[in-house]
């Protein structure tokens, strides 16, 4: 048998944290859209739906990366900050200078990085040429593009409308009403037989199922807005301090956000006393 393309089904995070957990919950719910738009053949890409395929297509790709990159981008930023604080001591000047003389040695540097001896400079090296290497500069950068940085919730507005769509598809009236055809949908009883669901049951099940579409697509969004107000958080840092109190309390955030405890998040906590 062969294997299915790379791009049939969104890929799964591998990683083992109730936030990771979650969101490839998600990316199981959008397995719907990405199959409906993946490519087939070359005329199913001239015939009359292919501009809607076309864009839902590139959109799963952008949420697969915008998810994957969400959990890996937290992992960073925890293991930076534990690095940064222990360390480092929480000393800004230090942990730039020691990344700025990792970086030299590893990939070279400019004539005035180095000595007459042809040993790296490590003396009064202005700020401007450590800020590059700031701890700052490591958790977010404004010299190349970052999803997970500039993504805002307006941008995952279509996300959480497949999220909605997924649910309300239901096969067994997709058959009934293309085919004619009555397909039976089971439940468990309390002795735990499978038993025919009746009308009841099924408009119960369906409307469970909405409701944790709904539930599922408003955490998403509230993600992308924790993120974006951690962003703005450390952008709104000097590079060229310490700032020990806010990084410390970002890499709490991130380690609770980690474990979806948004709620005692401090950026939160902000957020709701203001």
Request: glycine share 4%; charged share 30%; net charge negative.
């Amino acid at each position: 048998m062969r294997d299915k393309p790379f791009y049939e089904l969104l890929s799964r995070i591998d990683e083992d944290s109730l936030l990771a957990n979650f969101f490839n919950k998600v990316l199981g719910n959008l397995d719907m859209a990405r199959i409906i738009s993946a490519p087939r053949t070359f005329r199913h890409k001239d015939d009359e739906n292919s501009r809607y395929c076309i864009d839902l297509f590139y959109d799963t790709c952008l949420w697969e990366i915008y998810l994957h990159q969400f959990i890996y981008k937290l992992n960073g930023w925890i293991k930076t900050l534990d690095e940064y604080l222990t360390e480092f001591g929480g000393s800004w000047k230090y942990y730039a200078s020691s990344k700025r003389v990792e970086s030299v040695n590893e990939y070279g540097g400019d004539d005035d990085d180095y000595n007459e001896d042809g040993s790296v400079k490590v003396m009064d090296i202005p700020n401007d040429r450590l800020e590059p290497y700031s701890v700052i500069r490591e958790l977010v950068c404004d010299d190349w593009t970052d999803i997970v940085q500039e993504t805002i919730p307006k941008d995952l507005e279509r996300l959480y409308g497949c999220l909605q769509a997924e649910a309300n598809l239901s096969i067994a009236d997709f058959f009934k009403d293309k085919m004619g055809v009555d397909i039976p949908m089971y439940q468990k009883d309390d002795n735990g037989n499978m038993v025919k669901m009746g009308f009841a049951d099924k408009v119960l099940h369906k409307a469970a199922e909405q409701n944790n579409s709904e539930v599922m697509g408003s955490y998403v969004l509230l993600a992308c807005y924790c993120m974006h107000d951690l962003v703005s958080a450390i952008k709104s840092l000097n590079p060229f301090e310490d700032n020990v109190e806010a990084l410390t309390s970002v890499r709490n955030d991130s380690v609770r956000f980690l474990s979806m405890s948004f709620s005692n998040m401090d950026v939160v906590k902000k957020y709701m006393s203001s």
